[in-house]
């Protein structure tokens, strides 16, 4: 399986950029990075999600590096209501079918 | 608002005891995923259905069941509880099965077994 690689938390301050690293060194050639979040007990929330080249959409924009290693979610305006574990996940192909598998995520806190 | 719906919010059961939890998909969506949650576990993937048919299983008990029905509604059935089921169960759903179609997930159901 193509693990990630988090921080466990990051700070941020009100209205400026969150920039969340991940780690996927073991990436293979057609899975998709996602990004998730999850505010306390919700369900978790699709941000957005990329293969090769860099993503934007109303939410956020996803950076992933040339040799697709390492990506970066950024929330280019963090807001209160940005606190939240954001997951990193390398969508996984087991047995010809794929899934989500989430880890740890790393616990943004975005601070007046 | 992701689409999914989920029923009930809240189930409040004892142990031995068998419930029912029920998921709707975002319209047009065929595939159905179960995941559950506890304090010291993390989100774990538990079965996926596409258009009916079982498609991938994950740590899913022999005690838990799942169906999606021609409607493509989905629903998990756990039996003979104990206080380790105590979770929050996500249903999400995708329109396709590649590696393009994003899961979306409903707020879930909270599940404590007393």
């Known amino acids: 399986d193509a693990k990630t690689t988090q921080p466990t938390s990051m700070d941020c301050a009100e209205g400026r950029a969150a920039n969340l690293p991940c780690n996927h060194s073991?990436?293979?050639?057609?899975?998709?990075v996602y990004w998730y979040r999850q505010i306390h007990s919700q369900g978790p929330q699709y941000i957005i999600h990329g293969l090769k080249n860099n993503e934007t959409n109303e939410m956020a924009s996803l950076i992933i590096t040339e040799d697709r290693k390492s990506s970066t979610l950024i929330l280019p305006h963090a807001t209160l209501r940005d606190t939240a574990v954001y997951y990193c996940?390398?969508?996984?192909?087991?047995?010809?079918?794929?899934?989500?598998?989430f880890g740890a995520g790393t616990r943004l806190a975005v601070h007046p | 608002d992701s689409g999914v719906t989920q029923t009930p919010k809240h189930l409040i059961t004892a142990t031995g005891q068998r419930v029912t939890l029920r998921c709707s998909p975002r319209s047009g969506d065929l595939s159905v995923y179960w995941y559950q949650q506890s304090l010291d576990q993390g989100l774990q993937f538990l079965i996926q259905y596409y258009n009916g048919e079982e498609r991938a299983k994950g740590n899913i008990l022999e005690r838990f069941s799942a169906q999606q029905f021609p409607d493509l509604h989905s629903e998990l059935n756990l039996s003979s509880l104990e206080l380790g089921d105590s979770a929050l169960y996500f249903c999400?759903?995708?329109?396709?099965?590649?590696?393009?179609?994003?899961?979306?997930f409903g707020n879930g159901t909270r599940l404590t077994v007393t």
């Open positions: 073991t990436i293979s050639g057609n899975e998709y």
């Open positions: 996940i390398v969508r996984v192909e087991a047995g010809g079918y794929n899934k989500l598998i």
């Open positions: 999400a759903s995708s329109a396709g099965l590649g590696y393009n179609s994003p899961l979306h």
